[in-house]
């Protein structure tokens, strides 16, 4: 009796065993170029094939590529990590007099955007949870958002359509706790920030965002550079020259000036620029706006309700804590604060950075 029970459990373990092998195995054989795009979307991201190995430790399979913008968008806190797969033999290219706009990708083309939280912000390499996954995906000249929301046990994420509230904590660099109930939005909510002139595209992957030093397995590179070199992108470097990189917020040797608009132009400038979702409020924050007019500058919104709080001006010059647009930056009311989603936060560092800029205006 004793003999079969142990039988039968070496027999389980083994089983157990191959099939975890087997889900590894082809984890790391699958690839973006094996896949059926009329059978998207897949109903679990690990068979994309984006990654090889464990899928918690998102390394890149072969001619997926990873990038990251130089000048993020906040959302509460999480740590995100980009990657980008285009199909053999195919370039993004752009338009040079268009520096506000994403770059134009060929058919087929995945963006891929992880959000995390390190449990320990000062050390960001280290144990981690993943939340969500959203997939850009190109196909028949449209783009299409597939979300995926992340398992607790972090084996493998589901596609879910419907959006969620999940209680997130974390330790930041100092030291001090935070917990926040971190909302991933459903499907149709993506459509408000990712339109431009009505049609859903992209908003990160621009010349401005990418022109800047990323380290990769192999060395720290320009990521343009290596765009180029791997064939995703095909660009005259006069006319990237041309273009005024983007900086970060936190770039001690660049301007507040450069720093400040940089950081309007990637959380606001996706809605508030001529051809966005905002363009009737005449508030413009992209990088390339020069009449300061239009950034907000003594400029009365043209129907803010609420959100205008006592304040008169979107900018009030030498004012940055009576300005309308850092009220809305430092509120979390659904009918004050800006952005209107993908925050349940305010960002202080960035409220207090757009604050002193105005300060000095």
Not at 275 to 303: I, R
């Amino acid at each position: 009796m004793f003999k079969s029970k142990l039988l039968w459990a070496s027999l389980v373990t083994m089983t157990v065993g191959w099939l975890y092998s087997c889900r590894v195995q082809n984890q790391a054989t699958a690839h973006p170029s094996q896949l059926n795009f009329s059978e998207f979307p897949l109903k679990k991201l690990s068979d994309y094939g984006f990654y090889k190995g464990e899928l918690r430790q998102l390394t890149p399979n072969d001619k997926v590529l990873e990038y990251e913008p130089v000048a993020t968008l906040f959302t509460d806190y999480a740590f995100k990590k980009r990657f980008v797969w285009m199909p053999e033999g195919t370039s993004a290219t752009f338009d040079v007099s268009q520096p506000n706009e994403p770059l134009d990708f060929p058919d087929k083309t995945i963006l891929v955007k992880n959000f995390y939280y390190p449990h320990d912000f000062s050390k960001p390499t280290g144990e981690r949870r993943i939340l969500e996954t959203r997939l850009l995906v190109k196909d028949k000249g449209t783009w299409k958002a597939y979300p995926y929301r992340w398992k607790d046990d972090q084996t493998e994420a589901d596609y879910k359509i419907t959006g969620e509230t999940i209680p997130v904590s974390w330790k930041d660099e100092a030291g001090q706790a935070h917990q926040i109930n971190y909302a991933i939005p459903n499907k149709n909510q993506c459509k408000s920030c990712h339109n431009r002139k009505d049609v859903f595209m992209p908003i990160g992957p621009k010349i401005k965002q990418l022109n800047h030093e990323l380290a990769y397995q192999d060395g720290k590179e320009n990521q343009l550079t290596r765009w180029q070199k791997v064939g995703y992108l095909k660009a005259k470097a006069e006319d990237i020259a041309k273009v005024v990189p983007l900086v970060s917020m936190n770039d001690a040797k660049a301007s507040l000036n450069d720093r400040a608009r940089s950081y309007l132009d990637v959380n606001c400038g996706h809605c508030h620029h001529a051809n966005g979702p905002a363009s009737t409020s005449g508030l413009y924050l992209n990088v390339e706006e020069k009449d300061p007019f239009h950034w907000g500058v003594m400029k009365s919104p043209v129907a803010a309700g609420m959100g205008a709080g006592p304040y008169r001006f979107d900018i009030n010059p030498g004012k940055g804590k009576e300005s309308i647009l850092t009220y809305r930056m430092n509120s979390v009311h659904p009918g004050v604060m800006m952005p209107e989603i993908g925050r349940v936060s305010i960002h202080k560092e960035g409220v207090a950075l757009i604050t002193q800029w105005i300060d000095g205006l």
